[in-house]
């Protein structure tokens, strides 16, 4: 078990490593929150040692704190509104670069930064890619007040729009839920299969209490894959 981890790890740095050759001198980069985002943040911070020069925006508190140990010059969006690349993660991956994000949380955030990038690049290993979304509970952002009303909204346009599944409230330490950057909650649906990925994300920004949910439609330009037979690069079909 820890040899496959240790494996799956290494896909996820070569996927990094191979994201890396994007990063030109005087980049405005946005940097991924979770597992595979940190070896690309490592790589970033290799780069800053050897004297590149990059301003780079992070989407979480964590990853903020990962980048500023490695001495990666940061700025916000509010001092940098607009980014030539962002570099990030994914919970799941299908044939179009349609996404699911949000396992580590972050996917406010997330989106923020990627709609205010010129080009967003997934990077991942190959246990994300999915022929159909819904194999990784969907996360969804929401707000404290209404919580019940607004999880029974969250499952009855679900099902209208083909999605059926538990929706849980994400625990955090003790008995307390998780809470995200901006103080909110996160829902996870495990729906298992979402037919069409458009329609569900229509659907939950009907819900009046989801401040964002996690599934990315037309944001990545290209995904990175780390296997065992290498890194491939998937291109989006409209690119």
Do not use: W
């Not at 955090?172 to 458009?198: M, R, S, W």
């Amino acid at each position: 078990m820890a040899d496959s981890a240790a494996k799956v790890d290494e896909f996820k740095a070569n996927a990094a490593k191979a994201a890396i050759e994007l990063v030109k001198p005087g980049m405005r980069l946005g940097l991924g929150t979770g597992s595979t985002a940190y070896h690309f943040v490592e790589a970033v911070g290799g780069l800053v040692r050897n004297g590149l020069e990059v301003i780079c925006v992070p989407t979480s508190e964590a990853t903020h704190a990962h980048a500023e140990k490695l001495g990666i010059p940061l700025s916000s969006l509010d001092e940098t509104p607009q980014l030539d690349l962002t570099v990030d993660g994914a919970d799941e991956i299908d044939d179009q670069l349609r996404l699911i994000k949000g396992g580590g949380g972050a996917l406010l955030r997330e989106k923020i930064v990627a709609t205010a990038s010129d080009r967003m690049v997934v990077i991942a290993d190959d246990s994300k890619v999915s022929k159909t979304l819904g194999s990784h509970p969907l996360p969804i952002e929401v707000v404290r007040f209404g919580l019940r009303a607004t999880m029974r909204l969250i499952e009855a346009l679900a099902a209208e729009a083909g999605c059926e599944g538990e929706i849980r409230l994400r625990p955090g330490q003790g008995d307390a839920p998780y809470v995200t950057d901006q103080g909110n909650l996160i829902v996870d649906c495990a729906f298992h299969k979402i037919p069409e990925p458009e329609v569900l994300a229509f659907a939950m920004k009907r819900v009046p209490g989801v401040v964002e949910h996690g599934l990315f439609l037309g944001l990545a330009d290209i995904a990175i894959i780390g296997g065992a037979d290498g890194v491939q690069a998937i291109h989006h079909p409209g690119a």
